[in-house]
């Protein structure tokens, strides 16, 4: 099962398909589609995080109802550029995807493609438009940022 950075990965990309872009807190699990082509990236929910079994079913409902073929999953670097302790929970949360692939709606013994993506300044770039561009209320910034951010690594995935 390929998950990897983006870069190392990019030529397993499933083809036609639409990505799902996830942005992972501890809290929160923002959520973004693609496009079937593949260049257009879409905020979708803010799943509330509580145990692994839930979070997956939640974006398994997701998955399924998309017909997502792979995920880009946001990469929290230090500015330095070097992996932390939020990059091995990431993982993990990666790893464990990994293992349930049916949940997700692929088939069984098929293989889920996971991109890793760097994702700093993500959640902030997003915090600043809403403050800055469209004043929006903080309240409602809240319900919003998650799955915002989690577009803005998607679409920036899709870029690169």
Excluded: H
Aim: net charge negative.
């Amino acid at each position: 099962m390929p998950i990897d950075k983006l870069s190392a990965i990019l030529k397993a990309c499933p083809k036609n398909v639409r990505l799902m872009g996830l942005d992972l807190g501890t809290k929160t699990i923002g959520v973004a589609v693609s496009n079937q082509d593949q260049t257009i990236a879409s905020a979708v929910t803010t799943i509330q995080r509580s145990k692994f079994s839930r979070d997956l079913e939640e974006l398994g409902k997701i998955a399924k109802e998309y017909d997502i073929g792979g995920i880009v999953l946001g990469w929290p670097l230090n500015m330095d550029g070097s992996a932390g302790p939020r990059c091995d929970a990431t993982r993990s949360f990666a790893d464990e995807l990994a293992k349930y692939p049916q949940a997700l709606g692929m088939e069984p013994g098929t293989d889920m493609w996971i991109a890793l993506f760097d994702e700093r300044l993500s959640t902030s770039t997003v915090e600043d438009f809403l403050v800055k561009d469209v004043d929006m209320s903080r309240t409602k910034r809240k319900q919003v940022i998650d799955k915002l951010a989690a577009q803005v690594i998607l679409q920036n995935a899709l870029d690169s």
